[in-house]
């Protein structure tokens, strides 16, 4: 054919697809995309494809990231590539394009190397017979080679996590809380692959190799913490920790020292005039005000109120500009039974640091477009969420400025939490089930 065409392979039709991924994202000089570019783009295509391809395997395919052998991904990660394009699958897209040329229209070798390959790819029939009959009886060399790999591999060394699974032994306390964790399933043989790591929810985690089973962590701070247990990074299992209290609390701590809180000791706060804590007050406690600091309110208990319907509005004053504070941020937790949602809100020219959790969807103004979520409180403002039948719709000075579904529910409402950067003000806050009409017994 003209062109070279006849000779087009099937990484010829790989390297115009990634062509035409960066032509639709609009940046066409792949060479020049940054970490930010490969997370919006992960992003981007589980919001068009629902199929969820990491930042680092977007680098392998682009050739960010350099392997030996060309990368050729799963079929199931080519079809999601294909939908983003405009086709209905990989096959499709192969079968509908006549490819401007046989040369790679990345700058990566593509020829003379061997294909790195994550499922088979299947090759045109072979003419002749006996060759066909060479790569099947290739094959099941292959299989019973790998069988036998296997059951040897299973005989000397037997599979090291068996049904792992992280269990709290005392899941509910006060502030502050020992939670005692036990690890069960792991073999004694694990001290030949990667750790364990236990993540603790408050941002904390540790190591282990398996030899023990028995672990305590020191939680100090109110809240509903999801801790988790990962092995080469990916999830083996999970428990909660539920720290309550007796109505509000105050809560200081400081940027970058991960060592310590400082809790605020004032029984009747947001009762009569008590609706903040003064710098003076946040010195007492043992904050230096000089530097970044900042105070969490909250109110954590059990509180029948679906997670998944109902209306929450409150109305706050920020920090004006001081020593460490200069965006002026406000952020709203609302814990649920197995997630959560939460909304932190910035000066406009802070959108970096800019939140939106709604339950599994996370959003972050580093990657994502937040701009809605930009707002200077420091003269008075109010927040309201409302959520019905997992579609949450956000408000921002009683106007509409976000909308989203969610798929994993909250179920139960366990607390709510509002932490301000420096010296912040709740005037009015209100928690109210839909459909039940029960009321948070917090609101005021």
Known sequence: MENGQGQASYLDYFDHGCQL?????????????????????????????????????????????????????????????????????????????????????????TRELPLTIEDPIYLQKRKVKNGFKKWIILGVVIVLTGVTIFLFREKIFPSRVEQVSLICKNPVGENPHSAVFVLRGISQNHGQSAPYVIEFGDGKKITTNGKDSLFSHYYEQPGRYFAVLKHLDQVLGTATVYLKTNGWTATAHMMYDTTRVYPIDFPDLFKGSRYSISATEVAHAGVDTSRTFFVDFDNSHITNIDGDNFEFSTKVTTSHDRPGVRCSQVRVLLLGESSSHLITVMKPGCLHWTTAHFSEIKKQGKVDNLDFLGADFSKGGTIGLKVVNKHAVLYLNDKQVFSIAYKQPLKQIYGVEITFAGIGTIHALNLKDIKTGRTFDGNF
């Open 21 to 109: 991924i960066s032509e639709i994202y609009g940046k066409q000089d792949i060479a020049t995309w940054t970490n930010s570019d490969y997370i919006k783009l992960s992003n981007i295509l589980y919001k068009k494809t629902s199929v969820q391809i990491s930042p680092n395997t977007l680098k392998r395919i682009f050739g960010k990231i350099k392997t030996d052998a060309r990368y050729y991904p799963q079929k199931a990660t080519r079809d999601a590539l294909a939908i983003y394009i405009g086709f209905k699958d990989w096959d499709h897209f192969t079968n509908s394009q006549s490819l401007p040329g046989t040369s790679s229209l990345l700058k990566t070798p």
